[in-house]
């Protein structure tokens, strides 16, 4: 089954304690990216990558890091959360972003709480 | 960067009702996607319409990037359509940021 998989998802964390959100995506996606989502203030995009070895910023890096080494996997590092990055993420993937090719599917979502 | 401003922000509608729902953006874009986020807080794409008109079932939707604007019908709404809709759009750069809309919220009581 085509799918996009983000784990855990559901985490309690204390500030500064490196966590990892991972992402992976069985389509042969090339394009990939994560979101966050905050009450009021929708979804904002934190990084974004074209492809393996190539990612970018988005509206929202400050606090993330992200890495992709594989085309199949697109992580999220917070390397000393704060409670102000306690949200809902997501990550989505697309085949590109060209004509025809740019429908993103989305994963599940990952809960975070940063105490 | 683009601004993307969303139509109603809240709507409520009887089961059966048709309902439009609009999305506007400041700049041109060849990317402009339509979601629905379901109760339980899934995503799901709805329409990859970065210009023109595409149907599936009794959702619809019609982009005019010339005018700067998108819309999404929803004919006969059932209360499975309950949930936000965001439209979401990528520059005419292609950089691959995606902006999202503040969506609007729809509620179909039956």
Redesign the interface.
């Known amino acids: 089954e085509a799918q996009v998989t983000q784990n855990p998802r559901y985490l309690i964390t204390v500030t500064g304690k490196k966590l990892t959100v991972t992402c992976s995506q069985n389509m042969n996606h090339e394009y990939m990216s994560w979101y966050r989502q905050d009450p009021g203030l929708g979804l904002r995009q934190i990084y974004y990558s074209m492809n393996v070895e190539v990612t970018d910023k988005g509206d929202v890096p400050e606090g993330y890091k992200v890495s992709r080494k594989e085309k199949r996997n697109f992580p999220l590092i917070l390397e000393s959360p704060s409670p102000n990055q306690t949200s809902l993420y997501f990550c989505a993937s697309s085949l590109s972003l060209g004509a025809g090719r740019g429908t993103q599917y989305f994963g599940p979502g990952t809960r975070l709480l940063v105490l | ?1 683009i601004q993307v401003e969303q139509s109603p922000p809240d709507l409520i509608l009887q089961e059966g009702a048709n309902s439009t729902l609009r999305c506007n953006f400041s700049d041109s874009v ?2 402009l ?1 339509w ?1 629905h986020q379901n109760p339980w ?5 709805l329409f ?1 319409i ?1 210009s023109g008109t595409k149907q599936n079932g009794r959702l619809s939707a019609t982009t005019v990037a010339t005018e700067r604007y998108s819309l999404l019908y929803i004919s006969s709404s059932q209360t499975t359509d309950s949930g936000v809709y ?1 439209c ?1 759009v ?1 520059g005419s750069s ?10 609007t919220t729809l509620q179909v009581k039956p």
Do not use: R, S
């Open positions: 960067g060849n990317n996607q979601f807080g899934q995503l799901i794409n990859y970065p965001f979401a990528g292609n950089t691959g940021k995606l902006i999202f809309g503040q969506g």
